[in-house]
Structure formats: C-alpha cells, structure tokens
C-alpha cells in the first residue's frame, strides 16, 4: 500500500523556521509529482508546493513564494518543504500527497502554529 507520513510541525515564533517531512513508501511509480497542502478550520485544502519525480520541477504558491522551498531525498524517499520567514497566517495542518495516474494519495496532517 501507498504510505505517506508527514511530520516535523511543531509552534514557532514569527520569522521562524520548520523543516516539514514526508515519508512515502510503497508505490513503484516512475512518474508522480508530490504535493504539499494545508489546511485550516472551516477552509479548504489549498495547494502550498509541489515537486515532480519526473524533472525535479517545482510550484510554489503565491503566498509562499520565496519563503518556502521544497526538495527531494530519493534515497530517503523523502519529500522536505524548508519554511522560513514564517507567518501566522501559514498556521495550518498540512499534508502531503503523491499524485500519479490519476490517483491521490494522503498522507496524515502535521500541524504548524505560528504566534506573534
């Protein structure tokens, strides 16, 4: 079965920084992309950075643009999203996702707080 296990959330101060995780194991896809999301009550999930398998290209959102950054560990098969400058408005619960032929696959929420 697919797995996905993100984690690495945790409470920061405004301007700090989390290194979010997610760990995927088995699938023996050639061609996916991994996709990070997050989500607060009462909103839907909205996509936050992507990174696709296929040539390492990457999305990020507008809102985080600059300030976050994903990256791949193939020998790990791990998926990091690096997020700096953070703000209380990225609190959220995020999740990570592997899309491949057409199916999704979630991971569990992380939750990342932010406080002034």
């Known amino acids: 079965d697919v797995q996905l296990q993100a984690f690495g959330g945790g409470s920061v101060q405004v301007g700090g920084s989390l290194k979010l995780s997610c760990a995927v194991s088995?699938?023996?896809?050639?061609?996916?992309?991994i996709g990070w999301f997050r989500q607060t009550p009462g909103n839907e999930r909205e996509g936050v950075s992507a990174i696709s398998a296929v040539d390492d290209s990457t999305y990020y959102a507008a809102s985080v643009k600059g300030r976050f950054t994903i990256s791949r560990d193939n020998a790990k098969n791990t998926v990091y999203l690096q997020m700096n400058s953070l703000k209380p408005e990225d609190t959220a619960v995020y999740y990570c996702?592997?899309?491949?032929?057409?199916?999704?696959?979630w991971g569990q929420g992380t939750q990342v707080t932010v406080s002034s």
């Open positions: 996702r592997l899309t491949s032929s057409g199916y999704d696959y």
């Open positions: 088995g699938h023996s896809f050639d061609e996916y992309i």
